[in-house]
């Protein structure tokens, strides 16, 4: 098969630039887009310890990609694709 969408990191011209992420798919229902999710620590320095934050981002799915829920897959920052859409899946690992 072969991938014909412009805003492919290896088959199209899309530009990416900024921060990466690994994270979790829990939404794949929209068009072409995957809701990803991962979490991190923040020091609380009161208590001394640390609490756990998700952070959750809508990204490009490309067709040659094609992640589905549960899929652990590599995001990239690029130009706003969308109103909410900032990153773009660039790889899939293997599912959980």
Known sequence: MTCTDKNCKEHGSIATRGRTFV???IASKMAKTVTVQWERK???PKFERYEKRRSRVH???PDCISAREGDSVMV???RP???TKKFVVIRKYESN
Request: glycine share 6%; hydrophobic share 35%; proline share 0%.
């Open 81 to 83: 694709l969308s109103k």
């Open 23 to 25: 994270g979790t798919v």
């Open 42 to 44: 923040r020091l609380l």
């Open 59 to 61: 990204a490009h799915n």
């Open 76 to 78: 990239q920052e690029c």
